[in-house]
């Protein structure tokens, strides 16, 4: 098994992100309530009197629980904690096809899925020694999910994800596709360093981890799900995620096989729409897959002048953190779609189920522990 991935790594970057990217929290699970009591959230922000920026919603910051103590959850979520976040403007929805292409067409940016792959920060990733693949491989490209013709083991996620050359966020499914009729869906193939260019163009941010769980549990504490404990109450599809039999049959009960348009579900009590599915949301977090224990006292801390962050599956890993689950996350497979999931993707690569949203600050803020 480690012969063969060593030798996927050679071949092309595809397999590097599939173990590193995608591959650490989608496993197998089976849905349970978190038995964790229901403190309740206390805010400490009023709203500030000048106008709200256009797009964006008030996020009254305040005390609240991170994370999770659920039995059946992923480890990196575990344990909650209780911490405090203040107030911020965050975008109502997710950045869409339409508003990155404004920002490409006034700039001339160019994101990291149409340029060459770097050698030199690709092997940072690898394992001392791997050797340099043939030039021909490291050509502009991105992760795809790529739906089987039949049921397949849910231990090779190769087989449902490909690398397509060509494969960017103006074709997000490889060079013959194109963004006609998805203008108002989220962009995706969306790297961290272009998340930050479009952040720095449009005078915002990207949320830190904190403040986005605070935003996507819109005063729902310690509840399974952004909305309460039932998934679909009353047969009632409140997200874009995988109904059916993942990764090759989606019934898309929930009136989408792909992306869906932003503001196609009903927004949160804070007025954010598609915190949970859709699209993966990127943070400027690194990851740490014990975050939250080293929170609590439960772990070290990270020593960060080493690697900024921890991935016990690919200790080669600079990650960020990605929150909310997307279109893929199914309930036979990869139960994503909650406030608490977290997990790594690599800071210099996409996918075509990764995008953002961004926060502004009305004032200095600071986050602290309880």
Not at 172 to 184: F, T, Y
Not at 272 to 294: C, H, P, Q
Not at 322 to 339: D, E, M, Q, T
Not at 340 to 345: C, E, H, K, M, Y
């Amino acid at each position: 098994m480690k012969n063969s991935i060593a030798k996927g790594f050679i071949r092309t970057k595809v397999n590097l992100l599939i173990l590193a990217v995608i591959g650490f929290s989608c496993s197998e699970k089976s849905e349970t309530q978190d038995p964790e009591s229901e403190a309740q959230i206390v805010y400490d922000t009023p709203k500030p009197t000048k106008d709200t920026p256009e797009g964006m919603a008030w996020i009254p910051g305040g005390e609240f629980t991170m994370g999770t103590n659920e039995a059946d959850a992923y480890a990196a979520e575990k344990p909650a904690v209780r911490l405090k976040v203040e107030g911020f403007w965050m975008d109502t929805h997710e950045v869409t096809n339409a508003e990155f292409a404004e920002f490409v067409e006034q700039t001339g940016y160019v994101t990291m899925a149409e340029r060459p792959v770097e050698w030199e920060e690709l092997k940072k990733q690898l394992p001392p020694g791997t050797p340099k693949p043939d030039d021909s491989l490291l050509v502009p490209g991105s992760l795809v999910f790529t739906p089987p013709a039949s049921q397949v083991p849910l231990q090779d996620i190769s087989l449902w994800w490909t690398w397509v050359n060509g494969a960017s966020w103006r074709h997000p499914e490889g060079p013959d596709s194109n963004l006609d009729g998805r203008e108002n869906h989220p962009v995706v193939h969306i790297a961290y360093d272009d998340a930050v260019a479009f952040a720095e163009w449009v005078g915002k941010r990207l949320p830190t981890e904190i403040e986005w769980e605070f935003a996507a549990r819109g005063g729902m504490n310690g509840k399974r799900f952004a909305w309460g404990d039932e998934l679909t109450p009353n047969g009632q599809y409140l997200a874009n995620t995988f109904q059916g039999n993942f990764p090759n049959e989606n019934t898309a009960m929930d009136g989408f096989v792909g992306t869906s348009p932003v503001k196609s579900f009903a927004p949160n009590t804070f007025g954010l729409y598609d915190m949970i599915g859709n699209v993966w949301e990127l943070t400027s977090d690194w990851f740490d897959a014990l975050k939250y224990a080293r929170l609590a006292g439960e772990a070290p801390k990270l020593d960060a002048g080493m690697n900024p962050c921890y991935n016990p599956d690919n200790p080669f890993a600079k990650e960020r953190v990605i929150k909310g689950g997307s279109y893929l996350c199914a309930a036979n497979y990869c139960v994503n779609y909650r406030p608490s999931a977290r997990q790594g993707q690599a800071y210099d690569s996409g996918t075509s189920n990764v995008g953002f949203r961004l926060v502004k600050d009305p004032e200095n803020k600071n986050l602290t522990l309880k």
